[in-house]
Nanobody
């Protein structure tokens, strides 16, 4: 049984920062891609950032230059450093990990950017 446990969400003012963490546990041989999606109220879930096991990253255009994704393969953990947050970043953030042959999801963590 694979589990992804997220932490680090919360309330922050515009311009502030948060760091999300997601740790994978369970019977895991190797994790390929890890990353983050988000879903705002009334909107579809969208990719925020992803990172491969070799460290290659990709970002949504809306977060480039503000968010940084990283991972610690030994700890089976992925991080999302979010800087210069804006109200449009308000959403539930979901961690994912592709562990062959399927993807796994975390339970979600709320990020609210308020004025």
């Amino acid at each position: 049984q694979v589990q992804l446990v997220e932490s680090g969400g919360g309330l922050v003012q515009p311009g502030g920062s948060l760091r999300l963490s997601c740790a994978a546990s369970g019977s895991i041989s190797s994790i390929y891609t890890m990353g983050w999606y988000r879903q705002a109220p009334g909107k579809q879930r969208e990719l925020v950032a992803g990172i491969t096991s070799s460290g290659r990253t990709n970002y949504a255009d809306s977060v480039k230059g503000r968010f940084t994704i990283s991972r610690d393969n030994a700890k089976k953990t992925v991080y999302l450093q979010m800087n210069s947050l804006i109200p449009e970043d308000t959403a539930v953030y979901y961690c994912y990990a592709f562990i062959s042959p399927r993807a796994y999801w975390g339970q979600g963590t709320q990020v609210t950017v308020y004025s």
